[in-house]
C-alpha cells in the first residue's frame, strides 16, 4: 500500500415521519448505483412499538463529502422512490451529520496490509490479543461481533 489509504465519507440522516412505512422489513441495503442511499434502518419494525411516529436512519457512503443539506433532500427522494416511506408521509424531524474524518476505503490491498502488520505484531508481542476491523480478515461488523465474542470466551 504506496500513501495512506483512500477514505470514503459516512453520512447519517435521520427522519421521522406521521405515517407508517410502506415496508415491514427491518434495514435496507441500497445497491443501486444512481442512489447514494446505503442502508436504511426502519426503527419500529424491529422494536415493534406502536408510535405515532415513524423513525429511520439513513446512511451513505462516498467517495467524497457532498453539501449535506442537498444530499439530505436527495436522500428523502430516493426514501420515497425506493418505496419505503409514502409520498403523503409529512415529515416531522430531520438531522444530517457526516461521522468524523472517514473511513478508509476496504480493499485486497488494504487488507492484506492489516493482516501483514497483525501478524508481525502478534509475532512480537505476545501477551496482546487483537480484535475488531484493524485485526484483519473481517469488515462486516456482525462478523467482528462474533469473532470478538469467541475471543473473549477463549481468554476467560
Do not use: W
Amino acid at each position: 500500500l504506496s500513501g495512506p489509504p483512500k477514505k470514503v465519507f459516512t453520512s447519517l440522516h435521520h427522519f421521522a415521519f406521521d405515517k407508517s412505512f410502506l415496508t415491514d422489513v427491518q434495514y435496507v441495503a441500497c445497491h443501486e448505483p444512481s442512489l447514494d442511499s446505503y442502508r436504511v434502518t426502519l426503527y419500529p419494525n424491529i422494536q415493534k412499538i406502536k408510535n405515532k411516529f415513524f423513525h429511520l436512519t439513513t446512511e451513505v457512503i462516498l467517495p467524497e463529502s457532498k453539501d449535506l443539506l442537498k444530499l439530505q433532500k436527495k436522500i428523502l427522494s430516493e426514501l420515497s422512490f425506493m418505496g419505503i416511506v409514502s409520498k403523503k408521509a409529512n415529515l416531522l424531524y430531520k438531522h444530517s451529520e457526516y461521522l468524523a474524518a472517514g473511513y478508509p476505503l476496504p480493499t485486497i490491498e488494504l487488507n492484506s496490509k492489516i493482516e501483514k502488520n497483525v501478524k508481525m505484531a502478534r509475532e512480537k508481542i505476545g501477551n496482546v490479543v487483537f480484535i475488531g476491523r484493524a485485526s484483519g480478515g473481517t469488515f462486516i461488523t456482525g462478523s467482528i461481533l462474533s469473532n470478538i465474542y469467541k475471543t473473549i470466551k477463549e481468554i476467560n
